[in-house]
Every structure is written in C-alpha cells, then in structure tokens.
C-alpha cells in the first residue's frame, strides 16, 4: 500500500525541543489522519538537528465510501420540523427512511482521493505546531522555531502538490552542512531517503546518532585506557546537536583535577556539553574530555580538541577562582548574608527558614536515631553555601559543595553528609538517603517547606506546582518508607507548623495539616499506584484515621494480598451487602445495639455460628493489630468468609419476628465493626 513520507526542513532545532517535537509530530498527525477517515499499517517520526520526519506505512490510495445514518423527526410531526430536518440534511421527503414510525435520513458520502487531503492535514499540523517558542521571518505569517527552507511531501512515490506561506512542497532534500555534498538531491520514498541522507552524512534516528557516540567514544577512551563517564542526559542533548556525530577525546590540564569531581564535570556538561573520562586504574576522573562534534576532522580532530581544551581551561580557571575564593569566606559569613535573602515574602528570610529547619532537625533526630546536636548543627549550616561564589555560578552545586566546605572547615562527616545530601531525593529516580543525620536534616527540610507553603495558601493546583511541592512530600514519602521512620506524620509536622505561625505572626487557628494530610495521601497513592497497588486500598485504610506511612504501606501491602485470594472477594461481597442492609436501615431509625444472642428459640445454625466466628474475628483481629501483624489480621478475616455465606445463604435478615430482626442486624453491624478495623472496606472497589 501507498507510503507517505513528510520532512519540514528548517534551521537548527534546539536540540531540548527535538524529542517533543517528534512526539507532538506523530500525535497530530494521528489525530488528523483519524479525522480524515484514514488508516494505516505503521506511523514513525523523527526529529533532528534541521528536520521533523514523518512516514506513514500502508495508507489506502483514497477514504472509504461511506454512508451515516441521522436520526429525524417522527412520521407524524408537524410539517415544520419535517422541512426543517429536510433543509439540514439536503435531501427530500421521498428520500427519508421510515422505521418505526420514526424518520431517518441516509446520507451517502463518496470517498476521497488520499493525496487531496494530505495538503490540508500538512497545514494544519505546521500552522499548529505547539512549539514552546517559535518565531516568524522575512514578510510571512508562519510561525516555527526556526525559519523552515524546505517541505518535502511525497505519496506513492509521486510529489504531493502544495505550498505554505510561499514555501511549495517537492521531493527534494539537503545533506549535512559540512560534510554533506552541497547540492539538494531528490527521493523517492523512505528508504531511499534515509539511504541519501546517510551517504550525505545525515543520521535521521536519534537511537542511531546515540549509537554512533557511544560506540565512538568507549572506542576513542579504550584506545588510551580510559573509561566515559556515563551521562544519559547529556547523551540525550548532544545526540540533538550533531547530525553526524563524530566524537573526540581531548587533553585538559591535570592541575585542575584539584578542584571537586562535581565541579570539572558541570564544568564540562553545563558549558561545554563535554563527557568526564576517568582512569580504571584509581579512583576519579582522568585530564581528558570527550567533545561531540558535527564533522570529521582531517587531522582526526587534534585541533578541535586543542581549541576544546583551551574553553574548557578558562571555565575551569574560573571555577577554582570560586573554590578558592569559597575557602577564604566562610560559613558564618555566608550564614549572616542569608539574612538579607527573602525565602519567600510570607516565610520570612532564608536565615528565619535555616533557624526553623535547625530547630525541627532537633526534634525529628530522635525518630530516626540520629544524634540531636549534630542533626541541629548540619541543619544549622545546611544552606549557607547559597551564599557561596561556587553554588552563585553553579546553582545544581547546592548541597555539594556545602559539603566539601563543612569538611574543610572541620565539620565530622555525619555533618558534611548531611549538608551535601539534605536535597534527596529530588525525583523518583534520585536515591533516598539513610544515614540519619542526613535523614533528620532531609525531613526537616522538606517538612518546613511543606508547611509554611500550605499555612500561607499556597497549595499545588492542577498542574501548577511553581514550589515543587509535590517533590517535597514524594521525598519525605520516600525517606520515611525505605527508612523505617515510626510515628505520627501530623505529630512530625506539628512543630513546623507551631514555629511559623508564631514567628510569622500568623492567626493561631491557620487550618494546613487536614490539607496537607490529605496532600501526602494523594503523593502516597501516587507512589504505591506505581508500584502496582491499586489506589482505593489506600484510601481504605488511611480512612481508619492512621497517619503512621510505614504502617499505613503494611496494611495495604497485606490488604492487597487478601483481596486477591478467594476469601479476600467474596468476603468483600458479604461486607457490601451487609453494609447495603445496614444503611437501609438506618434510614428508617437508629440501628439496634447491645450483645448479639445465641440460642434464641428456632435460631438457625448459621446465624449462631456467625456469632461466634465475628467474637473469634475479633478477639484474633485485635492481637494481631496491636503486634502489628497485618497478614495474620487478614487471616483472621478470612475466617469470616465461610460462616458470612452461609448467613445470607440460609437467613433471612428482615423477619418479621422482631426480636429475630434486631438480633440479626446486630450480628451485620458486628461484622462491618471487626472488618473496619482492618480497612474502610466500604471504600474499596469491587
């Protein structure tokens, strides 16, 4: 079947924008090949340093004939509303269709030749291209992120005719820049193209052109017995820098090796888009780089690299400008400029926040075994290297070189931990700190930010999360869980919450912890919705009241468990129809209570042997619960299964001798109260 290949061909796309760009590509494209009535076999896009790809496999020559059916008016409608349907659908009264008393009109609709609509549909999707920033050039009105020079536009081997704002369509496409012949060349389908391109020096994949660097420069490094640096990010930058990416490895000045590892690798990643090479044979990194360039050099790059080494010397001249200058100044100079740095207008100054992180590091040391005196002194010191000449050039450096600096200074090693790890984690991939002063240090920082942003209103909403809130309670999620942090997670947000209301002046009755509680529900749900639990099991059990988040992960865990044996469903069935009986009840009056009795008069064996199972249930649910022993609550749940089915197999609830009535109500409500000790099972689906 016919083959549709697209290139909008432009000047140099930033390489951040590419990997968007060629998902935006294919999802409108979809979206209006779908509209158009068309279907396809494979769609594919590319994107690069100067063109967006698309192509299309197996789209038919032309749409399908079809024919829809629209609803009219009654047979026996007023004249009116029939002349009315009549002048919407175009056709006469002898052409509507009558079923059931009911007019229909049939509405034929010839196909479409495929390549007349693909104009229209390429339109579409440049005129609307959701670039983040896009510019206009020369006299015309079209917008893209860089002038666009050429369309290319084939069907089937033949050119789709069309031009946008004086740029016509054809077959035809350029090389590389530099490598590439110099002359435009024509095509006539996909695999004719990408073969040209590639012989002009054009990697259109960006799998291929990630391939070429690493096979290259592991080459480039093994040949001088070095090692890359692995950096997927800055793989994923440079891969859109280059269409013909050719990497070489250069020489940098051994005395900079000096300076922290963290600094020559920004250095070369923020700067110079450079990989780090280190040495296998000790530990750190070697007097080399790896640059990425856009050519094949004919003295195999030594003067690129000697140019290279050159940028790369004067940046890092002035990062040991910084350290050294760093290492005169101080922690207690940087602490008193803090002073004059507003954190935020409502939270006061960063020197105000350090105090209150200090204080509530104190507080939280305890729960996590942490020395108290040191959790309060790495807090102490935690965010003066905001202040320092190294973190004002290298604002990702925070944290780390407050750590280098606090060893320098004397500080024991928990503390410097503490002050270079206080940040994590700062995303699901990032790692949880366990030491636990760090622990101590990382709660309290997060907790104060937590709190004083909802005291003062200013909570996350929809996708707007301008405070990174929602990374803030992920991480404290995070460091509770894989470090086994016991207690009450309002009880830890307490003392926060106390300092900034009183320091700021704030009203005494400022309500954040409910919505903050409910915020930390929400992140917890995400987490665990991730790692495969089903969100209502959470809801189910944070309803009980308990804000413990290891033990709040324990039940669900086993909840989970018991939900998905035999016992765990059909017991969830028996709850609900108990629970659907108990609130019909209620609503005629207040559900009988007192102590449910057995040997009543033709009392039926399954409704006394549900007695004793639910007084069992309960006994063994409350020893298991207060051992913590979830899995074993379950187990005593399950018990109840058996004895539930055939309660409702064998009794009838609703007799009409009242005394049986109430004793049977009794014994639902007895089981919905030791189910509800467990989980709100009420909240969970199913």
């Given at each position: 079947?016919?083959?549709?290949?697209?290139?909008?061909?432009?000047?140099?796309?930033p390489a951040r924008m590419q990997q968007g760009a060629a998902r935006d590509l294919e999802r409108m494209a979809t979206e209006r090949l779908k509209a158009a009535g068309l279907t396809w076999d494979a769609l594919t896009t590319y994107a690069g340093p100067r063109r967006l790809t698309l192509v299309v496999d197996?789209?038919?020559?032309?749409?399908?004939?079809?024919?829809?059916?629209?609803?009219?008016?009654?047979?026996?409608?007023?004249?009116?509303?029939?002349?009315?349907?009549?002048?919407?659908?175009?056709?006469?009264?002898?052409?509507?269709?009558?079923?059931?008393?009911?007019?229909?009109?049939?509405?034929?609709?010839?196909?479409?030749?495929?390549?007349g609509l693909i104009p229209g549909m390429v339109d579409q999707i440049i005129r609307n291209f959701p670039w983040p920033k896009s510019m206009r050039w020369g006299s015309g009105t079209l917008r893209w992120v860089r002038p666009i020079k050429r369309i290319l536009c084939i069907f089937d081997g033949h050119v789709?005719?069309?031009?946008?704002?004086?740029?016509?369509?054809?077959?035809?496409?350029?090389?590389?820049?530099?490598?590439?012949?110099?002359?435009?060349?024509?095509?006539?389908?996909?695999?004719?193209?990408?073969?040209?391109?590639?012989?002009?020096?054009?990697?259109?994949?960006?799998?291929?052109?990630?391939?070429?660097?690493?096979?290259?420069?592991?080459?480039?490094?093994?040949?001088?017995?070095?090692?890359?640096?692995?950096?997927?990010?800055?793989?994923?930058?440079?891969?859109?820098?280059?269409?013909?990416?050719?990497?070489?490895?250069?020489?940098?000045?051994?005395?900079?090796?000096?300076?922290?590892?963290?600094?020559?690798?920004?250095?070369?990643?923020?700067?110079?888009?450079?990989?780090?090479?280190?040495?296998?044979?000790?530990?750190?990194?070697?007097?080399?780089?790896?640059?990425?360039?856009?050519?094949?050099?004919?003295?195999?790059?030594?003067?690129?690299?000697?140019?290279?080494?050159?940028?790369?010397?004067?940046?890092?001249?002035?990062?040991?400008?910084?350290?050294?200058?760093?290492?005169?100044?101080?922690?207690?100079?940087?602490?008193?400029?803090?002073?004059?740095?507003?954190?935020?207008?409502?939270?006061?100054?960063?020197?105000?926040?350090?105090?209150?992180?200090?204080?509530?590091?104190?507080?939280?040391?305890?729960?996590?075994?942490?020395?108290?005196?040191?959790?309060?002194?790495?807090?102490?010191?935690?965010?003066?290297?905001?202040?320092?000449?190294?973190?004002?050039?290298?604002?990702?450096?925070?944290?780390?070189?407050?750590?280098?600096?606090?060893?320098?200074?004397?500080?024991?090693?928990?503390?410097?931990?503490?002050?270079?790890?206080?940040?994590?984690?700062?995303?699901?991939?990032?790692?949880?700190?366990?030491?636990?002063?760090?622990?101590?240090?990382?709660?309290?920082?997060?907790?104060?930010?937590?709190?004083?942003?909802?005291?003062?209103?200013?909570?996350?909403?929809?996708?707007?999360?301008?405070?990174?809130?929602?990374?803030?309670?992920?991480?404290?999620?995070?460091?509770?869980?894989?470090?086994?942090?016991?207690?009450?997670?309002?009880?830890?947000?307490?003392?926060?919450?106390?300092?900034?209301?009183?320091?700021?002046?704030?009203?005494?009755?400022?309500?954040?912890?409910?919505?903050?509680?409910?915020?930390?529900?929400?992140?917890?749900?995400?987490?665990?919705?991730?790692?495969?639990?089903?969100?209502?099991?959470?809801?189910?059990?944070f309803a009980l009241g308990d804000d413990d988040l290891v033990r709040i992960v324990r039940r669900v865990e086993a909840l989970a468990a018991f939900l998905a044996t035999d016992d765990g469903a059909n017991l969830l069935a028996g709850y609900k129809r108990a629970s659907n009986i108990l609130r019909a009840e209620?609503?005629?009056?207040?559900?009988?209570?007192?102590?449910?009795?057995?040997?009543?008069?033709?009392?039926?064996?399954?409704?006394?042997?549900?007695?004793?199972?639910?007084?069992?249930?309960?006994?063994?649910?409350?020893?298991?619960?207060?051992?913590?022993?979830?899995?074993?609550?379950?187990?005593?749940?399950?018990?109840?299964?058996?004895?539930?089915?055939?309660?409702?197999?064998?009794?009838?609830?609703?007799?009409?001798?009242?005394?049986?009535?109430?004793?049977?109500?009794?014994?639902?409500?007895?089981?919905?109260?030791?189910?509800?000790?467990?989980?709100?099972?009420?909240?969970?689906?199913?």
């Open positions: 079947m016919p083959q549709l290949l697209l290139e909008i061909f432009s000047e140099e796309i197996g789209l038919p020559a032309a749409t399908p004939d079809r024919e829809d059916e629209v609803k009219g008016p009654k047979a026996s409608a007023p004249e009116q509303a029939l002349e009315g349907f009549l002048r919407k659908t175009g056709l006469t009264r002898d052409q509507l269709v009558e079923r059931d008393g009911v007019l229909f009109a049939v509405i034929s609709q010839q196909g479409q030749a495929t390549p789709v005719p069309f031009e946008i704002d004086g740029i016509p369509s054809d077959a035809i496409t350029e090389g590389h820049r530099f490598l590439g012949s110099g002359a435009p060349f024509a095509v006539s389908d996909f695999v004719d193209y990408r073969h040209k391109l590639e012989r002009e020096h054009v990697l259109i994949d960006v799998a291929d052109r990630k391939l070429r660097i690493l096979e290259q420069a592991k080459a480039a490094c093994a040949a001088k017995g070095l090692s890359l640096v692995d950096d997927d990010g800055l793989l994923d930058e440079v891969a859109g820098l280059a269409e013909w990416p050719t990497p070489i490895l250069g020489d940098m000045d051994p005395q900079f090796l000096s300076l922290p590892p963290e600094v020559v690798r920004l250095s070369m990643k923020v700067h110079q888009k450079y990989f780090a090479v280190r040495d296998p044979s000790h530990e750190g990194l070697a007097p080399n780089f790896l640059v990425v360039a856009n050519v094949e050099a004919t003295d195999g790059g030594k003067a690129l690299a000697a140019g290279n080494s050159r940028v790369l010397s004067a940046r890092l001249n002035d990062a040991r400008f910084f350290w050294d200058e760093d290492q005169k100044v101080g922690f207690d100079a940087w602490n008193a400029k803090l002073s004059g740095v507003t954190f935020h207008a409502k939270l006061g100054t960063l020197a105000e926040r350090v105090e209150r992180i200090a204080a509530l590091a104190r507080e939280i040391a305890p729960l996590v075994g942490a020395d108290a005196d040191q959790a309060e002194t790495a807090a102490r010191l935690s965010k003066a290297d905001l202040a320092s000449g190294m973190v004002g050039e290298f604002p990702e450096l925070q944290g780390v070189m407050g750590g280098y600096y606090a060893r320098l200074a004397g500080q024991p090693d928990a503390a410097a931990d503490a002050i270079r790890d206080h940040y994590k984690p700062q995303g699901p991939a990032d790692t949880v700190p366990t030491a636990p002063v760090t622990v101590a240090v990382a709660l309290a920082d997060k907790l104060d930010t937590l709190v004083g942003f909802f005291a003062i209103d200013e909570k996350p909403t929809g996708s707007k999360d301008p405070f990174a809130l929602r990374r803030a309670a992920l991480g404290v999620i995070r460091l509770v869980l894989e470090n086994g942090v016991r207690g009450s997670l309002v009880e830890m947000m307490k003392p926060a919450g106390t300092m900034i209301i009183a320091g700021r002046k704030m009203s005494a009755d400022t309500k954040y912890s409910a919505d903050l509680l409910a915020f930390f529900v929400d992140r917890l749900t995400v987490l665990l919705r991730d790692r495969g639990q089903r969100h209502d099991l959470v809801a189910a059990v209620e609503k005629k009056g207040p559900l009988p209570t007192g102590m449910v009795r057995t040997g009543l008069p033709n009392q039926p064996e399954p409704e006394t042997a549900l007695a004793f199972a639910v007084g069992a249930a309960q006994t063994a649910v409350d020893i298991a619960l207060d051992a913590e022993d979830f899995a074993a609550a379950m187990t005593a749940l399950a018990a109840l299964r058996a004895p539930v089915d055939a309660f409702f197999t064998d009794v009838l609830v609703n007799s009409d001798v009242a005394e049986e009535r109430e004793n049977r109500l009794k014994l639902l409500g007895q089981v919905r109260n030791v189910m509800g000790k467990v989980a709100d099972f009420g909240q969970i689906a199913g």
